[in-house]
């Protein structure tokens, strides 16, 4: 039995997640159904992270266990063969230690959010970008988002359906700088909760048109309260970008 690293990239458009899910279509369905076909063999995929639907990866981490004898360059060119014309792509296989594990050997997750801010609505990035037309200042948001870095409670800034033990998180950065018509956030920590990234991107936007102030940001996170919560982002401007590993770093 071989563990198999792939790191795929994929369109969240067309899936209710990367996650199983009982009521659609999701990444790691259609990676096992073609891990399947190839192989002939029934396997599981383990990710470093969980998407929501409409969330996209540019280097998501995962792992497989096949028994058949296949390289890793073959099966990632057989798994990319099956997948087409779906909006999944392995980018890179390798094996693995056994006990390498793509969720729990994580030692670090970064996320991009894209916002285009120009008053005509995105074209080639439809789907891929959440579009504001009134100018965000960027600057701004960016100060703001300096009370969230560090470790906190993020009560406010997690979904009611979060099944994560504890709120406590340490937050290592949240950066936001404007590139012409966009206004990019980056964050990165060891993990994240459920809506994390996209309710503090949705809670700094308020602050780019100015309908929130820059302390408002730190108070919204003292409160520990749900309800307190400036606005939560769209799904589709959110990117899983990298996973971390200690023998990668």
């Known amino acids: 039995m071989t563990r198999f690293a792939l790191t795929l990239e994929f369109d969240g458009g067309p899936f209710m997640g990367l996650q199983r899910q009982a009521h659609g279509p999701s990444v790691q369905q259609a990676v096992e159904e073609a891990v399947q076909q190839v192989t002939g063999e029934a396997a599981v995929l383990h990710s470093a992270g969980r998407t929501d639907s409409g969330v996209h990866a540019l280097a998501m981490r995962s792992h497989v266990e096949i028994a058949k004898e296949i390289a890793p360059g073959r099966l990632m060119e057989a798994l990319n063969a099956v997948l087409r014309p779906q909006p999944v792509a392995v980018i890179a296989c390798e094996a693995k230690p056994d006990d390498w594990h793509a969720r729990f050997s994580c030692i670090g997750r970064s996320y991009l959010y894209r916002i285009s801010n120009r008053r005509a609505p995105p074209t080639l990035d439809r789907g891929r970008a959440w579009h504001i037309p009134r100018r965000l200042d960027a600057e701004a948001m960016h100060r703001a988002a300096q009370a969230l870095v560090g470790h906190h409670d993020f009560t406010t800034f997690r979904s009611a359906h979060c099944q994560a033990a504890s709120p406590l998180k340490s937050l290592d950065r949240l950066d936001v700088r404007r590139e012409g018509d966009w206004v990019l956030v980056e964050a990165a920590a060891r993990s994240f909760l459920h809506h994390q990234v996209r309710s503090m991107v949705g809670?700094?936007?308020?602050?780019?048109?100015?309908?929130?102030?820059?302390?408002?940001?730190?108070?919204?996170?003292?409160?520990?309260?749900?309800?307190?919560?400036?606005?939560?982002?769209?799904?589709?401007?959110?990117?899983?970008?990298?996973?971390?590993?200690?023998?990668?770093?």
């Open 203 to 249: 809670t700094l936007a308020l602050v780019g048109w100015g309908q929130w102030s820059e302390s408002q940001v730190a108070e919204s996170l003292a409160a520990r309260d749900r309800t307190r919560l400036g606005l939560n982002a769209p799904a589709q401007g959110l990117f899983f970008v990298a996973a971390t590993y200690p023998d990668e770093a």
